[in-house]
């Protein structure tokens, strides 16, 4: 299962959210610069996602962000987090871009989700792979 979100002009792809179902997981990989509209949407439809297959483990990639979005974060605090964790979400890597807004934003997300359910953060692919699959051997 596979879905590509488009920016308003329909040529680029902003978010791709993917379900691994050999790894089960779900793999979101975001692209440039976001806007918080666009964080939303695509954050609506990894919950859709979530809520549909059930899958616990989310892996993000921000490797292509190029900015900020912190002004997201209180609506993850408030909304989306809460929403997450009942429908099943209790894992999240994120492998962190080189950009500095956008470290800087995800450092705003992971206070907004202490305590929700557990999230860390990566500079590789492969290390945050094996902590997701630690973390599903842990919750066994």
Do not use: H
């Not at 959210?17 to 609506?44: A, C, H, R």
């Amino acid at each position: 299962m596979k879905r590509e979100l488009k920016r308003p002009n329909g040529k680029e792809i902003f978010v791709t959210i993917t379900f691994e179902k050999e790894n089960d997981l779900i793999y979101v990989d975001w692209n440039g610069f976001l806007t918080v509209e666009q964080v939303k949407i695509g954050s609506e439809e990894l919950l859709k996602m979530i809520k549909e297959i059930g899958c616990a483990k989310v892996l993000v990639d921000n490797r292509k962000v190029s900015g900020p979005w912190q002004a997201a974060n209180e609506w993850y605090q408030t909304d989306w987090n809460p929403r997450a964790a009942k429908e099943g979400l209790t894992d999240m890597a994120v492998i962190m871009s080189d950009n500095i807004f956008t470290q800087l934003s995800l450092q705003g997300f992971t206070k907004a989700t202490k305590g929700v359910y557990t999230v860390a953060i990566f500079n590789s692919d492969p290390d945050a792979r094996k902590w997701l699959k630690e973390q599903a051997a842990v919750a066994k």
